[in-house]
């Protein structure tokens, strides 16, 4: 699977951004998938994640109420749909997918065996 990131870019606080992730060479639609974000200094972090399986949805607190992800199963993607940002969401995102991923490890970096190159998100006034 070759993931593709898309869609970071400059915004100001308060405001919304989306992310994507295009997939090639496998369906989506049968693997977990996730956002992770890493910041200067820090380690990458879990954002959001939605298995395979039921639909379920993940977020991690600091993104919850603020950040939705969802599958576009036409276009074999995952969307991370950001609104409020905060100047602490500054980071690199990363999206990834992974099989047989268990409900205990789906925040979890290590579950994850295909990962996209990052895109940069800057919130900034």
Request: with cysteine; proline share 2%; hydrophobic share 35%.
């Amino acid at each position: 699977v070759q993931l593709q990131a898309s869609g970071g870019g400059l915004v100001q606080p308060g405001s919304s951004l989306r992310l994507s992730c295009a997939a090639s060479g496998r369906t989506l639609s049968r693997l977990t998938m996730a956002w992770f974000r890493q910041a200067p200094g820090n380690e990458r972090e879990f954002v959001a994640a939605t298995r395979s399986s039921g639909g379920h949805t993940y977020y991690a607190d600091s993104v919850k109420g603020r950040f939705i992800i969802s599958r576009d199963n036409a276009k074999n993607a995952v969307d991370l749909q950001m609104n409020s940002l905060k100047p602490e969401d500054t980071a690199v995102y990363y999206c990834a997918a992974g099989s047989s991923v268990i409900l205990s490890s789906v925040r979890s970096a290590n579950a994850y065996h295909y990962w996209g190159q990052g895109t940069q998100v800057t919130v900034s006034s």
